[in-house]
């Protein structure tokens, strides 16, 4: 008997839930985010670093509110946001990107420090009479390490040549050389500033394994720690007009960590327009550097002479 009467009682309610249901609207939308984390184990005191995050929502009808809290203790006001703590995500945009910054305090403490970012979003309109508005949200967990090793690490994530002008003669007939302009788009995955230990070129004509020319430079601009820059570097080389198939290595430390081959067009320049200075070789600029600090050092003995001869 009693199993009986739970069993209506279970069914009246039942039904009554089914008809709230069913008489009302509910506005369903789908949110996510990717990635759903902001983690960094190699920070140093003073370090900049950057996580972009996607949120993804699944139907944009109407214009949504984001609202962003931070809980990550003793570093909460690490963090920024470049669309702030509150904004609004448009309609018919499916992808919003965002960018969490994160800027180390000198006075930081070595560690780690974890905790949560809560993303909470609900329409900004107020919802119609009979619709149940659902606020969705997401998390983002937070592991960062602030640590007292220096860490050196890269990543090329681009590199390409500009055409570069003929080798030429200068008017004393030393060679001006070609420049070979590299641009390198460089991740600095470490927690200093820093660069690729080595470029190293290795030139060879098109069609032909034999290398016949190699450059190299240690001097390569340094990227800020965890930052994606694109950097530049000229390297001077004597060579002809024409097509030249090159092979770059790229450095970290003592071991190649990568090497490809480009393409690279060397082309006759009308250097009618230079000045006499930028046809001079870097030899004859030396002589000529040499040659007038001679003059200049014999004049000033010849005058302190005269001087003191008339004394």
Partial sequence: MFKSKFFIFALIIASFLGLMFFNSKTALAGFGISPPYVNNDSLSKGSYYEQKI????????????????????????????DKGTSFVLPKDVNQIPIIVSVRVPQDASYGEYKGKMHIRTMPVAAPEQGVVSIALGAQVDVDLKVSRAKIFDFALNNINFGDAPAS????????????????????????????????????????????????????????????????????????????????????????VAYRGTLDLSVIDKDISNYTLWQRTSNITKLIILVSSLLVIGITVLIIKKKISQGL
């Avoid at 699944?58 to 920024?80: K, L």
């Avoid at 198939?245 to 790229?250: G, K």
Wanted: net charge neutral.
């Fill in 54 to 81: 996607v949120l993804v929502r699944g139907d944009p009808t109407e214009d949504w509110q984001a609202e962003i809290t931070i809980d990550v203790p003793n570093a909460n006001g690490w963090f920024s946001i």
């Fill in 168 to 255: 030429f003669k200068d008017w004393l007939g030393f060679t001006v050389p070609a420049r070979i302009l590299v641009k390198m788009q460089i991740e600095n995955k470490g927690n200093y500033s820093s660069a690729p230990t080595k470029l190293l070129l290795n030139i060879s004509r098109p069609g032909q394994n034999t290398v016949f020319k190699t450059i190299s430079t240690t001097h390569l601009p340094k990227v800020a720690p965890f930052g994606i820059e694109w950097i530049s570097k000229s390297l001077a080389v004597d060579l002809a007009a024409g097509s030249y198939s090159v092979e770059y290595q790229l450095f970290k430390n003592d071991n």
